[in-house]
T-cell receptor, first 112, second 111 residues
Framework: KAGVTQTPRYLIKTRGQQVTLSCSPI?????VSWYQQTPGQGLQFLFE???????NKGNFPGRFSGRQFSNSRSEMNVSTLELGDSALYLC???????????FGNGTRLTVT | EDQVTQSPEALRLQEGESSSLNCSYT??????LFWYRQDPGKGPEFLFT???AGEEKEKERLKATLTKKESFLHITAPKPEDSATYLC????????????FGRGTSLIVHP
């Protein structure tokens, strides 16, 4: 069974630009969550989608947004990039709420 | 506010030297306590879920235990391939099922 796939693996962007990250969950998993991981803050929850609806949202500014498609694939977008947005962005899927998360290998975003 | 604290932040062991990692949690009614392993450049990999005090789970050299305030990940006779960052996370019964993660323990096992 294929795991969670995230693309691209690496991105370098300039301040002020926007970026879109993509995630394909494990087949059959309808819940997709996004996390930001930095050395200083650890894993911070961004948002969770289930059946194309945002079910939960973390404490991040509105520059961070996401969506989920009918095939459960998900994208997140960050607009007006700031230096502090440099991080590893992780996508995770799960069978249901409260179930263990299955993570992809992340997208490493560097903002210069 | 839910909180999860892991200690120590970093741990160096010699191969074969057993030890334990600690995860203290403060949540409004524990629903589940999760352990993950993260290798450099990769996403976290699920290891265990514990649901109630007294529960234990084992996998190879790892054993996770749970009390009402904390969880331990015991590593018996570790090998260099056990080197990784170990993360724990807790979900509360009064909330959204979104896990609160600790900062992790970075484990290095020297041959």
């Amino acid at each position: 069974k294929a795991g969670v796939t995230q693309t691209p693996r690496y991105l370098i962007k300039t301040r002020g630009q926007q970026v879109t990250l993509s995630c394909s969950p494990i087949s059959g998993h309808r819940s997709v969550s996004w996390y930001q991981q930095t050395p200083g803050q650890g894993l911070q929850f961004l948002f969770e989608y289930f059946s194309e609806t945002q079910r939960n949202k973390g404490n991040f500014p509105g520059r961070f947004s996401g969506r989920q498609f009918s095939n459960s694939r998900s994208e997140m977008n960050v607009s007006t990039l700031e230096l502090g947005d440099s991080a590893l962005y992780l996508c995770a899927s799960s069978l249901e709420q409260g179930a263990p998360l299955h993570f992809g290998n992340g997208t490493r975003l560097t903002v210069t | 506010e839910d909180q999860v604290t892991q200690s120590p932040e970093a741990l160096r062991l010699q191969e074969g030297e057993s030890s334990s990692l600690n995860c203290s949690y403060t949540v409004s009614g524990l629903r589940g306590l999760f352990w993950y392993r993260q290798d450099p450049g990769k996403g976290p990999e699920f290891l265990f879920t514990l649901y109630s005090a007294g529960e234990e789970k084992e996998k190879e050299r790892l054993k996770a235990t749970l009390t009402k305030k904390e969880s331990f990940l015991h590593i018996t006779a570790p090998k260099p391939e056990d080197s990784a960052t170990y993360l724990c996370a807790a979900t509360s019964s009064g909330g959204s099922y979104i896990p609160t993660f600790g900062r992790g323990t970075s484990l290095i096992v020297h041959p």
